[in-house]
């Protein structure tokens, strides 16, 4: 167990069921993913789908608590789903290579609304080697309440699965805590990003420079002026990061974290989060506070430093700015999109899956012009007719 | 140039890498590259262009587009697109795209991309495509880094890699030589010959 295996194993395939928004989706995954898609059309839901596996095996965690801390089964069944109301997550992990594992859970609630598993499944190299409810659950309907995931004694033949699913990270890094180090006191791996700084400062001094190096290379496609960055700690031992620019001083110019935009610090501090772990990655957003001009250059620095890595990276953006890079695969930009109807949830389709997407791309259009239309909000008309 | 005393001049380009090939030649020049405009694509610029030449009766104003496969050569796409370009217009087209002036810098590009000199195309200004060009040199790179980077993975359904623009942005920036390119290409050679009168005009008006 843990061996290299699992440094390289990644989410290939998802198919939710009545999750949320989504009535009925089966998603093929790339290295790298762009969701997009307007405001409420299920990007934030989709990854809580990774979220969810990971709190079934995290510490403390488990499926009755992975449930009940998103408001019980009723909240996550999807509306549009009356007909299949049980919850399915089906997840397909490869290494690159050969199709290395699945696991699928189908879930409902009981009664008296305490959450139950109706199938719970392992599939290894092709070969099924969990097929749940077995034997013993039939003799014992208590044991459904739990999958065979969160314990140590059920799992022991799908360990690298578990790792898999406990490495998922997420964030969605919020600017003024890293400004504000005191709010985030005593927090660890805050998904909000409060510990950033200290996270950099417990890190030791030879990776930490190394990794720094990395962000300067990565900020360098945005920020050409940008010559250095180090991480200084105070009088009261608080860290504090700086950066030195070219300018016309000849020893340079050193700015202090405050000194920082929100939007950059923001960038730094999931850069940072990209070299920091090996799991698959959520990112929600990382075009916040940045300006248009530094957005576009997202896709690039983002993978100046995953370069090697390996690691997947699941980015949510409203912004269509990230889509003018040339390198962005078709196959790695998935468009969500509401359904026109009621009872009919959220679509998801690559890029590539967009009707003429060749020729316009060939007449000289760029990805972010021909994804625009499908990403529009429908309100965004009738607001303008509200206006007269 | 007068003491303390820096053109600046407006530029518009396609894209991100332009913008890094139009920054080092209006450097080379002694000015500064001070507001950039388009970097959405050629049909943008076009549309934009007759603004930017009346704008340019007053100020230095440098415009590049590809020549791609809209006209036969660049003197009948450039009386097609600018008929009457202002006096500080400097209006300069690739021939076909920017990449072939990078290519143009045949030891400089062998160089970054790992790859045998003679691999470089001699006369890139006759290439039919030169991004293509540029992303089958890529593959022949002894470094993994490049061939991974530049050239695109089987299935992204685009021309070129993840890090392609980044990988030539930093070419631009750091190896590049502009006056050693301009051997081999004319677009080039004519585009930096170019460039200076605006600049020369602007210094002329600040200093008379």
Redesign the interface.
Known sequence: MGKSASKSLRFTKISLQSWRNFKKVDVALQHRVFLVGPNASGKSNFLDAFRFLRDIVSIGGGFQEAVRKRGGVSKLRCLAARRYSNIVIHVHIDDGSIPAWEYELEFNQNTQRQPYIIKERVVKEGKNILDRPNAEDKNDQKRLSQTYLEQVYTNQDFRDLVDLFTSVHYLHIVPQLIREPDRSIGKSNDPFGGDFLEQIARTPEKTQNSRLRRIISALQVAVPQLENLELKRDNRGTPHLRGKYKHWRPQGAWQMEEEFSDGTLRLMGLLWAILDGKGPLLLEEPELSLHPEVVRHIPQMFARVQRRSGRQVLFSTHSTDLLYDEGIGLDEVLLLRPGEQKGTGTSIHTASEIEQIEELLEGGSSLAEVVIPETRPKEAQQLTLWGK | MKDGYTVSVSGAVE??LDEAVLRRLVEEKGAILDRLYG?????HIEKRLGGYNQAAHRFPWVVFRDL?HDADCAPSLKARCLPNPARYMCFRIAVRTIESWLLADRESIAGFLRVAVSRVPSFPETLDDPKYAMVELARHSRLR?IRE?VV??P????????????QL?EFA?TKWEPETAAQRSDSLRRCRERIHEPVKSQIDKSSS
């Open positions: 894209g991100d970097k959405q694509g050629k049909q791609d880094d980077g695109p993975r299935g992204s359904g685009r021309k070129v890699g993840t890090l392609y623009t980044s942005i920036q």
